[in-house]
């Protein structure tokens, strides 16, 4: 799974894993999120839109469930 760097609002890398549709979420404030049963045009669409910020907060954020991720 590849990272990629968005660096937008509070979004720092996002990931999407295919075979699971898991998009993975890291934010600046290091909070860590997995989105489940996002769809890869979901993903590409984030990856492609012109505001990132606005695309996650519209089309993903509230479409998919999720659960944050918090290190031991």
């Avoid at 937008?8 to 996002?14: A, F, I, P, R």
């Avoid at 934010?27 to 984030?46: H, M, P």
Wanted: aromatic share 16%.
């Amino acid at each position: 799974m590849e990272k990629v760097e968005i660096n937008s609002g509070n979004l720092d890398t996002v990931s999407y894993d295919e075979t699971t549709r898991q998009m993975h979420v890291h934010y600046k404030n290091g909070e860590y999120k997995i989105y489940y049963e996002v769809y890869k045009l979901d993903y590409v669409g984030l990856l492609s839109c012109e505001n990132y910020t606005d695309y996650f907060s519209e089309k993903i954020e509230p479409r998919f469930p999720s659960k944050t991720i918090t290190s031991s």
